[in-house]
């Protein structure tokens, strides 16, 4: 495996592939790779001829700076991992070689940052936006995959893809969970036993929305139940929306919809934990 910390010769070896007719696969991540990482890496690999993981923790990303410092940084263990994956390539950059000046450029994604994320975190996605791009022209990747674990950012990439006319192809991984239920999240690191036992109330919660979706119970009602399923469990819940999948626009009644996501964020011992699931709704 090869590891990079500058994009020139990054793009040297990928240049040299190309030329030999081989596609390109990209796993964007922020590193402290765990084993959601690694099923996208596993499905970049059954499709790709050179798989590039990208290892970086994105500074214009973080509306929050203790959120930033806090983030685990574990490089060596990743590339052990990595390389263990059969992972080709992977692309670790300084700050200053990401951002040798700061972008002036800004994104605006409309309502899809309206919602969710975008209003809990400003400016959160105008970083993804950012540092996504810079990603997908330095690779130039055929295809890339993102989990489904940050729908939002899944749906506000593809309508980038899709306006800027990049021309790869995404790939949205499902959520990859732990036995309990739990979604892999490198911030899981932060929680004590405790805190993730207490922070498996978001997977039951989301099948207490699928099971009360498939009952027909009212929309009201399965908020506040799924809610209180959380807190009873001493999760300080930010929110549960109802959304369409592909528009995340929220949804009040759901007989027009074929597929719905039901999307959480919780505060479980200071940790900012989020999680979703699509339910699909032709039974
Ligand atoms: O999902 C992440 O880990 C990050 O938001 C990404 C896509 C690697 C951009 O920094």
Known sequence: MEVFKEIFPLQSYLQEHRKSGKSIGLVPTMGALHKGHLSLINEAIAEADVVVCSVFVNPTQFNNAADLDKYPRTLEDDLKLLEAAGCSAVFCPS????YATLPVVKFDFGNLEKVMEGS???GHFNGVGIVVSKLFNIVNPDFAYFGQKDLQQYVIIAQMVS?????????????????????MSSRNRRLSDAAKEQATSLYKALQLCKEYLHNGTDLDKLKRDAWKVMEENGVQVEYLEIVEPATLEPIENISAHKSVAICI????????LIDNE?????F
């Open 278 to 282: 699509i339910i699909k709704l032709d």
């Open 95 to 98: 700050v200053d070689e990401m």
């Open 265 to 272: 964020a919780a505060y479980i011992e200071g940790v900012r």
């Open 163 to 183: 306006d800027l006319s990049f021309s790869v192809k995404l790939r949205r991984v499902p959520v990859f969970r732990e036995a309990s239920g739990l979604a």
């Open 120 to 122: 809990f975190r400003p």
